[in-house]
């Protein structure tokens, strides 16, 4: 702990800077992991299985109640809005569908896209405080008075090397999660964009007396 209270002083308010970073950029990951493992996300191969069987059986409104059993879950929001137009025709199944995904695809992929600017703004910093540190240094060995000039170069130094270390440090993590995270966002909005498609053909071909493989 003294070599990090250490550290925070010789970066001077760099450190802090970027210390505020982390703590917005951990607050979005937490938030972030909590919606899409535990709200957003659904096992929908399973689940779309289970709407196809209700759908061709003809069972619309036990459907309906499997969506709502998964009130948080994207998919099933976008689901149930095509299901209770299932009777309008096609056009009005497909403007429903179209209509939910519109709504739900901005909330799943809300806030993860601000990691990624985080992780940069970390590194920028963290060079800003490289910079300041190299300056402060240059100007220790120009002006700083003979018995002063080591403790005014190590002073610089230090404010380089520490605000580098952080601000990578910071970035490197978020970068990661960014990634991690985004990879869960694609495949949440790629199974609303597969099965609202599947759900629209299956209820077309329902509506016609048509069978759906």
Same mark, same amino acid.
């Given at each position: ?57 003809? $069972? ?23 299901? !209770?137009?299932? $009777? ?6 497909? *403007? ?12 799943? !992929? ?9 992780? *940069? ?22 002006? &700083? ?8 170069? &190590? ?7 520490? !605000? ?20 869960? !966002? ?28």
């Amino acid at each position: 702990m003294g070599a990090i209270a250490d550290a925070f002083r010789d970066g001077g308010i760099w450190m802090y800077l970027i210390l505020a970073v982390s703590i917005i950029a951990l607050g979005i990951i937490i938030e972030r992991f909590i919606f899409l493992f535990f709200k957003y996300n659904i096992n929908a191969n399973a689940f779309m299985a289970q709407i196809q069987k209700l759908v061709m059986a003809g $069972n619309i409104d036990r459907a309906i109640k499997l969506c709502n059993a998964a009130p948080s879950a994207a998919l099933p929001k976008v689901v149930k809005a095509g299901l !209770t137009r299932a $009777n309008k025709g096609e056009v009005a199944i497909q *403007n429903a569908i179209e209509e939910a995904s519109l709504e739900v695809i901005p909330v799943v !992929t809300q806030r993860t896209p601000a990691l990624l600017a985080l992780a *940069n703004i970390a590194t920028l910093l963290g060079l800003l405080g490289t910079i300041i540190g190299l300056i402060e240094a240059f100007k220790a060995l120009e002006e &700083a008075p003979p018995e002063e000039k080591q403790e005014w170069l &190590a002073r610089g130094i230090a404010l380089a090397m520490n !605000t580098t270390a952080f601000g990578l440090i910071v970035a490197i993590p978020v970068l990661l999660f960014h990634l991690f995270l985004s990879g869960i !966002t694609k495949k949440i909005v790629g199974e609303i964009d597969q099965y609202s498609v599947k759900l629209e053909n299956l209820l077309v071909a329902h509506s016609k007396g048509q069978t759906v493989d």
